[in-house]
């Protein structure tokens, strides 16, 4: 499955989890017993993004002799 995508592995003693992203989802193979150790880092990843994304400004550009041609 998705043989080209970005494989991340982390290790931890005897344990193992893959990270990809896959479609724009970020799909997270953990153990059982490690699954819930990566809520608060994708939660915190969330808040981070949406935080970020905040503050992104939209500016319109000035309009052309072309793009006032078109609305004619």
């Known amino acids: 499955e998705q043989a080209d995508?970005?494989?991340?592995?982390?290790?931890?003693?005897?344990?193992?989890?893959?990270?990809?992203?896959?479609?724009?989802v970020i799909r997270i193979d953990?153990?059982?017993?490690?699954?819930?150790e990566f809520e608060p880092i994708v939660a915190e990843a969330r808040e981070s993004l949406l935080k970020d994304a905040?503050?992104?400004?939209?500016t319109r550009?000035?309009?052309?002799?072309?793009?006032?041609e078109r609305r004619t």
Do not use: M
């Open 54 to 58: 905040g503050t992104i400004g939209i």
């Open 5 to 24: 995508a970005e494989r991340y592995l982390f290790r931890s003693a005897d344990d193992a989890a893959q990270v990809c992203l896959i479609d724009g």
């Open 61 to 68: 550009a000035p309009e052309t002799s072309d793009s006032s």
């Open 30 to 36: 953990a153990s059982d017993t490690r699954q819930g």
